[in-house]
């Protein structure tokens, strides 16, 4: 088996699948979708938190401008992780803190290793060198 192959679609698919539960995230905190969260203004910390996961999550989901997305949304879940739930607990099974530390790993990783070849950051890349 070619595993170089599989690595950059294995790398997509792994950028979308996440993408697609973090958006989850943003979107009940905007809209209210898939479950009700509770924003008390757009521009408050959990408002801006929703705009980043929903539209950051949306870049990351067609891989458009992917390492400056992942950057940031790095940023937000480590400092979401140590303002919300470190305070609860050191241990993150107990502050139900677990997904903002793999988020954020993931887009550490997603900052380095890019969008993969099923993402627009690699449609405009081979179309800027053709």
Same mark, same amino acid.
């Given at each position: +088996?070619?595993? %170089?192959? &599989?690595?950059?679609?294995?790398?997509?698919?792994? $950028? *979308?699948?996440? !993408?697609?539960?973090? +958006?989850?995230?943003?979107? @009940?905190?905007? #809209?209210? #979708?898939?479950?009700?969260?509770? =924003?008390?203004?757009?521009?408050?910390?959990?408002?801006? !938190?929703? *705009?980043? %996961? @929903?539209?950051?999550? #949306?870049?990351?989901?067609?891989?458009?401008?992917?390492?400056? =997305? @992942?950057? *940031?949304?790095?940023?937000? +879940?480590?400092?979401?992780?140590?303002?919300?739930?470190?305070?609860?607990?050191? #241990?993150p099974m107990?502050?139900?803190?677990?997904?903002? *530390?793999?988020?954020?790993? =993931?887009?550490?990783?997603l900052v380095? !290793?890019?969008?993969?070849? &099923?993402?627009?950051?690699?449609?405009? $890349?081979?179309?800027?060198?053709?």
């Amino acid at each position: +088996m070619n595993c %170089e192959l &599989w690595t950059g679609r294995v790398l997509s698919v792994l $950028r *979308i699948v996440t !993408a697609l539960v973090f +958006m989850q995230h943003g979107l @009940a905190k905007l #809209f209210g #979708f898939p479950e009700p969260s509770h =924003v008390d203004h757009l521009l408050s910390l959990s408002g801006v !938190a929703g *705009i980043l %996961e @929903a539209f950051g999550g #949306f870049l990351l989901l067609i891989g458009l401008f992917t390492r400056p =997305v @992942a950057f *940031i949304l790095c940023g937000e +879940m480590a400092v979401a992780y140590f303002m919300v739930h470190a305070p609860h607990s050191f #241990f993150p099974m107990l502050n139900k803190g677990d997904s903002a *530390i793999q988020f954020c790993f =993931v887009f550490l990783y997603l900052v380095f !290793a890019g969008a993969g070849p &099923w993402s627009l950051d690699a449609l405009l $890349r081979n179309k800027k060198s053709a």
